[in-house]
């Protein structure tokens, strides 16, 4: 279980009757960040991001993952959707899983070959599916490595769209978003997002 932000924050808050020492904890960026290697299926968090492609109706992978964990009232929700496009997101509720909803976004297809479209298209996701947590008030969230497996984009530059976007969302968001993980599932991405996230969201 992730431990809770608010709880996090209240423990700070209590051992220093100081108010400018709490605004200083509630506004640090790195406080909203974690790093987490494992399984986006068990995390219990107000919503997770599914990579997903533009029918919604499923596949391999962390879509396939959460597919099956969810159960079919997932399916059943997401063939009322009609759909999403690449950068884009689409929510469902989360059913059997322990997370309330499920983010669907569509990654682009990469497959080693990486233009400026793949880039913008990358960002859009996260874009698209913090806005839409936003919109859900929704305030937890987890993202896996969109694009980086079937799909084929580089794991690095993959991991920089992914901090430079979350980022700079936060920083236009910091009172609607407690808590953004980064749900990593191989070794490779576990490395790259440990060294790289000390770099975007350095302690004060
Ligand atoms: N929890 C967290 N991350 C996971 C899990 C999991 N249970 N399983 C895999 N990953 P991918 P894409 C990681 O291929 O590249 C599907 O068929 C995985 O190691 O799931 O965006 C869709 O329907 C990798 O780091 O998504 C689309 O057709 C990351 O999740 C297509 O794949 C993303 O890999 C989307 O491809």
């Given at each position: 279980?992730?431990?809770?932000?608010?709880?996090?924050?209240?423990?700070?808050?209590?051992?220093?009757?100081?108010?400018?020492?709490?605004?200083?904890?509630?506004?640090?960026?790195?406080?909203?960040?974690?790093l987490?290697?494992?399984?986006?299926?068990?995390?219990?968090?107000?919503?997770?991001?599914?990579?997903?492609?533009?029918?919604?109706?499923?596949?391999?992978?962390?879509?396939?993952?959460?597919?099956?964990?969810?159960?079919?009232?997932?399916?059943?929700?997401?063939?009322?959707?009609?759909?999403?496009?690449?950068?884009?997101?689409?929510?469902?509720?989360?059913?059997?899983?322990?997370?309330?909803?499920?983010?669907?976004?569509?990654?682009?297809?990469?497959?080693?070959?990486?233009?400026?479209?793949?880039?913008?298209?990358?960002?859009?996701?996260?874009?698209?599916?913090?806005?839409?947590?936003?919109?859900?008030?929704?305030?937890?969230?987890?993202?896996?490595?969109?694009?980086?497996?079937?799909?084929?984009?580089?794991n690095e530059?993959?991991a920089n769209?992914?901090l430079?976007?979350?980022?700079?969302?936060?920083?236009?968001?910091?009172?609607?978003?407690?808590?953004?993980?980064?749900?990593v599932?191989?070794?490779v991405d576990f490395k790259i997002y440990k060294r790289k996230l000390h770099e975007f969201?350095?302690?004060?």
């Amino acid at each position: 279980k992730i431990p809770s932000l608010m709880e996090e924050l209240k423990s700070k808050a209590s051992s220093n009757d100081e108010s400018s020492e709490e605004i200083q904890v509630k506004n640090s960026l790195c406080e909203k960040v974690s790093l987490y290697k494992g399984d986006i299926t068990q995390l219990e968090v107000d919503a997770i991001v599914n990579a997903a492609n533009t029918s919604l109706l499923g596949g391999g992978g962390v879509d396939g993952c959460i597919h099956r964990a969810s159960g079919p009232a997932l399916l059943a929700e997401c063939r009322e959707l009609g759909g999403c496009k690449t950068g884009q997101a689409k929510i469902t509720c989360g059913y059997d899983l322990p997370a309330k909803y499920v983010i669907h976004t569509v990654g682009p297809i990469a497959r080693g070959h990486l233009s400026p479209n793949h880039k913008q298209d990358l960002a859009s996701c996260y874009n698209s599916s913090l806005t839409l947590a936003t919109e859900n008030t929704i305030r937890t969230i987890a993202f896996p490595c969109i694009s980086t497996g079937i799909y084929g984009y580089p794991n690095e530059p993959a991991a920089n769209v992914a901090l430079t976007t979350v980022k700079e969302f936060l920083k236009k968001n910091r009172d609607k978003i407690d808590r953004v993980i980064f749900c990593v599932f191989l070794e490779v991405d576990f490395k790259i997002y440990k060294r790289k996230l000390h770099e975007f969201f350095p302690k004060d």
